[in-house]
């Protein structure tokens, strides 16, 4: 039972051996999946997603999951 976990962008490059699979049993939250899979802090304004869909850090996950976590989108 486990819960895909991908890093983008600035993130992937951050996180030092992030798991890619993190158990699912263990996991309630996007916010647990981060604390699973790596061990940094989730910086802010982190963008989440759950099955491509947007979501929040707050949002519940199941088995079989995709997470996915992306750097804060900056321009101007």
């Known amino acids: 039972?486990?819960?895909?976990?991908?890093?983008?962008a600035s993130l992937r490059e951050d996180v030092i051996?992030?798991?890619?699979?993190v158990d699912s049993s263990d996991a309630g939250t996007i916010s647990?999946?981060?604390?699973?899979?790596?061990d940094h802090p989730m910086p802010p304004h982190v963008l989440c997603s759950?099955?491509?869909?947007?979501?929040?850090?707050s949002q519940s996950v199941?088995?079989?999951?995709?997470?996915?976590?992306?750097?804060?989108?900056t321009g101007g």
């Open 1 to 8: 039972m486990t819960i895909r976990v991908k890093f983008f």
């Open 17 to 21: 051996n992030p798991k890619s699979e």
């Open 32 to 38: 647990d999946v981060w604390k699973l899979a790596t």
């Open 50 to 57: 759950v099955n491509l869909e947007h979501a929040e850090p």
């Open 62 to 73: 199941a088995d079989g999951d995709e997470v996915a976590f992306f750097p804060p989108i």
